[in-house]
């Protein structure tokens, strides 16, 4: 008995040294946000009653994002210096962006490949989120982009990122 519950303590400490490794090694392959001059959070709810979403994009193809049970939406001003960047970051559930002035150049893999949507001032789109790795990036020399993000389904109290590698068809 005493041998059972020692190797299921090996096991357990190794699987705690992998999941360990595995994260100090995704945080040294992500890539930082630069030139992010300001990102105040505006406000975070809890909603009382259970919510069920479901967006509908048709992007040449329809795709739906379910979201069920939404916990925590949060909405966040973001201020990008000239030449700005986000870094390569995902997100627990979808997000809306509007991009209040500037432009916001935002790049993914789709497909294998890398593509790119320039938003200027006055447009909108979501981001799928669940895990959608993407960059945003102001690729203007001399004028700011801020954009006002509303996050769906953050954990109660929690990031609405995850810092991200760049996606191998991206690099």
Known sequence: MRGILKSKRRLVCALGVVIGVAALTRAALATPPSGVLSGAILARGLFLV???????????????IHVPDTRETVMQDILLAPNGRTGWHSHPGPAL???KSGALTLFAAEDGTCVSQTYPAGTAFLEHGQGHVHLGVNLSASENTEVVVTYFDVPPGGSVRTDE??????Q
Request: proline letters at 8%.
């Open 165 to 170: 590698s760049a996606p191998a068809a991206c």
């Open 97 to 99: 962006a509007v991009i």
């Open 50 to 64: 259970p919510v069920d979403m479901k967006f509908k994009v048709d992007n040449g193809h329809q795709e739906v």
